[in-house]
């Protein structure tokens, strides 16, 4: 019943940009810090961004500037625009609902504490 499904994914050239979809079902996302996870192959799982549940936001160095998180409320959606793509930004995009009993600024350190996770979208940047 609670549910996040990712979309917006696909194969795009370096220097292009995808804008990734984060829908949320079973719950209010308003309330929730949502974040942005990324795993490539042979790499562990790595944080992106992510949005806390004041709207204060997060990012990865590797991608400051070039990725922008945001919040659609009346969606019940959470963004990822993503710019200036580069061939390592390629992996598998998940995003998750931070715990409930968490109010500060949403972590990307560590996946820990983000109870509900969708499938993830892939995202491919080739040329």
């Known amino acids: 019943q609670l549910q996040l499904v990712e979309s917006g994914g696909g194969l795009v050239h370096p220097g292009g940009s995808l804008r990734l979809s984060c829908a949320a079902s079973?719950?209010?996302?308003?309330?929730?810090?949502i974040g942005w996870f990324r795993q490539a192959p042979g790499k562990e799982r790595e944080g992106v961004s992510c949005i806390s549940r004041s709207s204060g936001t997060n990012y990865a160095d590797s991608v400051k500037g070039r990725f922008t998180i945001s919040r659609d409320n009346a969606k019940n959606t959470v963004y990822l625009q993503m710019n200036a793509l580069k061939p390592e930004d390629t992996a598998v995009y998940y995003c998750a609902r931070m715990g409930m009993g968490f109010f500060g600024l949403c972590p990307l350190s560590t996946s820990r504490g983000y109870d509900y996770w969708g499938q993830g979208t892939q995202v491919t940047v080739s040329s």
């Open positions: 079973g719950f209010t996302l308003d309330y929730s810090a």
